[in-house]
């Protein structure tokens, strides 16, 4: 029998798929290479592409969302305090985010420090801990408020335990990647409200918050230069308003079919970022508004099994961890699209399951996997009731 989870993981698999493809798409050169996705991209031939690096993360991030999909979600919440191995893990992707601060430590790709080397850097792999602590930040917020779900109305044992936690998470990501900040704090928001916490005590934060985001933009004028760009991106057309406008020049080419699979012009140097960030602008100009509406259709698919999924669980720490996993997912696919159509600044924040990234691909792979885990112990349990129900006495 096909069950909500199947439909789930389903939607993965055909988005990591079509990632696979648009990445080497996007990748081509004018000379024909792919830069680094494969060995020769779409031009080159096929095997270039089935045995790139994009396949490779693509078939690693459906091998880590099936075994996350046989985890028991709610063992994570048996263990209380120090004991839990999850306050190691938020702890030890603090330290591995705190770490690309150090000068040397990090990778840098265009002057923005956000990942670790794996290994020797003569091998290139590098994982991205900004992305491990957005997730982990889910199952930590979940945590406490299922925990204290009691006293989460109170602002000294409910609430403020956790702002701590996430102010210093956001405080250490936000030095260089302000997207991904204000998306854990969006989200870490969100699910407090969802856990019990009072809108009046969260207000008190926001002032705190606003000095925060202030001071990041001014820390990097870069951010700034994008604010103004976003007001008036004809104001510097080859300077900070040319990725704006390169983006919505490649969304307005395509048309409801697209130039065709491949034929996209825009990046052969024009669309800066087009493999990452910027991967949805690729797929509206070669696939126009069709292929948009099919990767917007996979993401939506996900979100509503997912809520649906959500709603059937039966304890608080489930259900919380569902919408926290489901909004990080919702939420940076809205931010992504909007910044790619220009309705908000340009963020370095990613497409969920399309934009390039291994680390990305990999850890939304598998918190989705643990939504899949959830329908799977829902099933279970509505079996074992079942059951009960057929062996009591008439």
Known sequence: MIRSSHILQLAVVALLGLAVIMVNSAAVTVGGASAGHGDAGLI?????????????????????????SRINVRDMFQARGWT??????????LVLAGLTLVPGMGKSVNGASRWLYLGPKSLGLSFQPSELVKWV?????????????????RFRYGLFPPMILLGVACLIVVVEDLGTSALIGLVAVCMLIAGGARIKHLAWVVPIGLVGLVAALLHSPYRIKRLTAFMDPWADPAGSGYHPIQSMLAVSQGGLTGRG??????????????????????????????GAAVIVGLLLVILWIGLGIVRDCKDTFGRLVGLGVLLTVGLQAAINIAVVVAVVPTK????????????GWIMTAFALGLVAA?????????????????????
């Open 44 to 68: 080159g031939g096929v095997t270039g592409v089935l045995t790139g690096r994009s396949v490779v993360y693509a078939v690693l991030a459906i091998a880590v969302m099936m075994l996350a």
């Open 84 to 93: 839990n191995p999850l306050a190691g893990i938020v702890i030890l992707a």
């Open 137 to 153: 930040m889910v199952l930590a917020i979940a945590w406490w408020c299922a925990r204290r779900r009691g006293l989460m109305h």
């Open 261 to 290: 699979l491949g034929n996209g012009i825009q990046k052969f140097g024009y669309l800066p970022e087009d493999t990452t960030d910027f991967i949805f602008a690729v797929i509206c100009e070669e696939l126009g508004i069709v």
């Open 348 to 359: 370095g924040i990613a497409l969920p399951l399309v934009s390039s990234g291994g680390t």
């Open 374 to 394: 959830l329908d799977n112990a829902n099933y279970l349990q509505a079996e074992d009731e079942l059951e009960g129900l057929m062996l009591e006495p008439a």
